[in-house]
């Protein structure tokens, strides 16, 4: 089993950053994070492998940077040049493979004009 405590939400004015933490109690294969908004499906912003491989949503890249710690049980999503559209609950997950197998508590977003 694998406990996810993630954090860095916030309010912040558009051109601004965040950076979200996702602390798990063991390593596991993949971290990432979905977000969602309010009248939109839940979308994947970015993810990170074991090997160091990562992706992001269209939306994000050349914004925000996945990375992760040396024992790979903590996961970084810095986001920059943050824009309206980035507001959302972010929420940090763990897979064993590829689909998400543990979630994140979930912290909110807020990117103001």
């Known amino acids: 089993q694998v406990q996810l405590v993630e954090s860095g939400g916030g309010v912040v004015q558009a051109g601004g950053s965040l950076r979200l933490s996702c602390a798990a109690s063991?390593?596991?294969?993949?971290m990432g994070w979905y977000r969602q908004a309010p009248g939109k499906q839940r979308e994947l912003v970015a993810r990170?492998?074991?090997?160091?491989?990562?992706n992001y949503a269209d939306s994000v890249k050349g914004r925000f940077t996945i990375s992760r710690d040396n024992a790979k049980n903590t996961v970084y999503l810095q986001m920059n040049s943050l824009k309206s559209e980035d507001t959302a609950v972010y929420y940090c997950?763990?897979?064993?493979?590829?689909?998400?197998?543990?979630w994140g508590q979930g912290t909110q977003v807020t990117v103001s004009s």
């Open positions: 997950y763990a897979a064993r493979v590829w689909s998400p197998d543990y």
């Open positions: 063991r390593s596991i294969f993949s």
């Open positions: 990170i492998i074991s090997g160091g491989g990562t």
